[in-house]
């Protein structure tokens, strides 16, 4: 069992749907990355979270460390928000590495 | 700045053949990683460094050497390419504190025969 999962896998919207996708995972984390991979397969990071809420134009990002969970929510959506959107746990105890889900693939339709 | 640069961007190798993957950042980051993405996998850390002169190994590190002996520049080595190394490598760095993000570069796409 993978120490993050992502869900869905894969995610298909009308332009202008409000999305979540989620993060959990079952190691003990200090920090969360979100990424968004494009097509072309260039990856952006969106997000660094440890604690609570972060918004960034359309993106909201939250994250419970307690309960091990983190969702990124897209209001609006675009079809240029079509990508592959990509968590990652920092693990606890001031390691520099990061553990990846595999990934959730959204296509906005127009 | 140009960010995260990473050079080639296509390598076709055979069996055996060694070749270095080069990864350079403008941006003064003290954090360098080396990552490998697989169908089905995700990403995964090979190697990574956070400073000149200090090196460790990832989750996969197995058959590949990194060296970082400037700020600037953080070299991943193949030994002996692999059929099994065949993957997309992403360098990515980011300044050596708890918030700050990750800077990826373009990604290599290698294939081994």
């Known amino acids: 069992k993978n120490e993050v999962e992502q869900s869905p896998q894969n995610l298909t919207a009308q332009e202008g749907e409000f999305i979540t996708i989620n993060c959990s995972y079952s190691?003990?984390?200090?920090?969360l990355h979100w990424l968004q991979q494009h097509p072309g397969g260039g990856i952006v990071s969106l997000f660094m979270l440890s604690s609570g809420k972060k918004k960034h134009g359309r993106l909201i990002a939250t994250i419970n460390i307690q309960e091990k969970h983190s969702s990124l929510h897209i209001t609006a959506s675009h079809p240029r928000d079509s990508a592959v959107y990509i968590c990652a746990g920092r693990a606890q105890g001031g390691s520099e590495k990061l553990v990846f889900g595999k990934g959730t693939k959204l296509t906005v339709n127009p | 700045n140009a960010g995260v640069t990473q050079t080639p961007k296509f390598q076709v190798l055979k069996t055996g053949q060694s070749m270095t993957l080069q990864c350079a950042q403008d941006?003064?980051?003290?954090?360098m990683s080396w990552y490998r993405q697989d169908p089905g996998m995700g990403l995964r850390l090979i190697h990574y460094?956070?400073?000149?002169?200090?090196?460790d190994q990832g989750e996969v590190p197995n058959g590949y050497n990194v060296s970082r002996s400037t700020t600037e520049d953080f070299p991943l080595r193949l030994l002996s390419a692999a059929p099994s190394q065949t993957s997309v490598y992403f360098c990515a760095s980011r300044y050596y504190r708890a918030d700050s993000p990750l800077h990826f570069g373009n990604g290599t796409r290698l294939t081994v025969t």
């Open positions: 460094s956070v400073g000149a002169g200090i090196t």
């Open positions: 941006m003064n980051h003290e954090y």
């Open positions: 190691v003990g984390i200090s920090a």
